[in-house]
Nanobody, 120 residues
Framework: QLQASGGGLVKAGGSLTLSCAAS????????MGWFRQAPGKERELVAA????????YIDDSVKGRFAISRDMAKNTMYLQMNSLKPEDAAVYYC???????????????WGQGTLVTVSS
């Protein structure tokens, strides 16, 4: 099971780091990603990484501002978010899958998500 955390209220231009901790499985065995869903909008993939393949996906809307990383010792994945904009406000979900590229249709378990609010 994956647990996303680290969301909160931040001013535009600020930074947040989201964490994704896993229980019951080793994250290094999977391709990892972060989705987000804003009210009234579709759930979208913002960042994904396959350490096995050496591949990274960063959505154009967050390119240069968001980065995905992991700490294998802690079995935890992170999403570093800088220069946040009001349009980044959403519930963020972390996922782990054996499928690459990561698309929401292959995700069977979403977890609770963590809310990011960005004030202008």
């Amino acid at each position: 099971q994956l647990q996303a955390s680290g969301g909160g209220l931040v001013k535009a231009g600020g930074s947040l780091t989201l964490s994704c901790a896993a229980s019951g499985r080793t994250l290094s065995n999977y391709h990892m990603g972060w989705f987000r869903q804003a009210p009234g909008k579709e759930r979208e993939l913002v960042a994904a990484r396959s350490w096995r393949r050496g591949s990274t996906y960063i959505d154009d809307s967050v390119k240069g501002r968001f980065a995905i990383s992991r700490d294998m010792a802690k079995n935890t994945m992170y999403l570093q978010m800088n220069s946040l904009k009001p349009e980044d406000a959403a519930v963020y979900y972390c996922v782990a899958t054996n499928r690459w590229p990561i698309v929401k249709e292959v995700i069977t378990s979403w977890g609770q998500g963590t809310l990011v609010t960005v004030s202008s």
